[in-house]
């Protein structure tokens, strides 16, 4: 069964530190992972798309790696800005075309 | 244009009342979807139009009702809904089918609570 975990669910740093978040797979065959950052009761917003043969990925502040065969990636986030308060959620597709979504990460950025 | 716009953007209805979700987009996406999300939880795949003809529903009951009148549109009918229908619905489209890696986007999605 296809399977995207993410960790930690909660994690809560001060305004101006960094920190990263986890995403491991089991989805096969592999097309794809994306991650979205998505406030309360808004849709989510693409972050980074990765396909197979892309093993890093920056947009802005937002890092994101992929390791094809061990099947992680992870979510760099620098210099936290109180407006990165949300939930993070890592999508896999694979051959199915269906997006598979981990339960996200909810971080909490204090002043 | 690079948005996918839902109407309305908050909608309380009755148990007998009849209403309509609304999605657009214009970046000539051929796959729209529907997703029900609940709090603190991961969106639900509830619909997928692939070339405006419905490929997937996941078992959603009856009383959800899609539409997909045009390759810009995609409607979500809703009829006799009960109170656990309750949720934020989201559309999302893409140039093709997910799979391709093609641009996956989503709406700011309909905050649903049936009364």
């Known amino acids: 069964k296809n399977q995207v975990e993410q960790s930690p669910q909660s994690l809560i740093i001060l305004e101006g530190k960094n920190c990263t978040l986890q995403?491991?797979?089991?989805?096969?065959?592999?097309?794809?992972l994306r991650w979205y950052k998505q406030d309360t009761g808004r849709g989510p917003v693409s972050l980074t798309i990765?396909?197979?043969?892309?093993n890093t990925k920056s947009n802005g502040r937002y890092t994101a790696t992929l390791d094809a065969d061990t099947k992680q990636s992870s979510l760099h986030i620098t210099a936290s800005q109180l407006s990165d308060s949300a939930s993070y959620i890592c999508?896999?597709?694979?051959?199915?075309?269906?997006?598979?979504f981990g339960r996200g990460t909810s971080l909490i950025v204090h002043p | 244009d690079t948005e996918v716009t839902q109407t309305p953007k908050h909608l309380v209805m009755g148990m007998t009342n009849k209403k309509s979700l609304k999605c657009e987009q214009h970046?000539?996406?051929?796959?729209m979807y529907w997703y029900k999300q609940k709090a603190k939880k991961p969106p639900e795949l509830m619909f997928v139009?692939?070339?405006?003809?419905?490929?997937i529903n996941e078992s959603v009951p009856s009383r959800f009702s899609p539409e997909c009148p045009n390759s810009s549109l995609l409607n979500l009918h809703l009829h006799a809904l009960q109170p656990e229908d309750s949720a934020l619905y989201l559309c999302?489209?893409?140039?093709?089918?997910?799979?391709?890696?093609?641009?996956?986007?989503f709406g700011s999605g309909t905050r649903l609570t049936v009364v």
């Open positions: 999302a489209s893409s140039q093709e089918l997910a799979g391709t890696g093609y641009g996956y986007t």
């Open positions: 995403c491991n797979y089991t989805v096969s065959p592999f097309s794809n």
């Open positions: 990765m396909t197979f043969s892309e």
């Open positions: 999508v896999v597709t694979g051959g199915s075309y269906i997006p598979t």
């Open positions: 970046m000539g996406h051929r796959a």
């Open positions: 139009y692939s070339y405006e003809k419905l490929s």
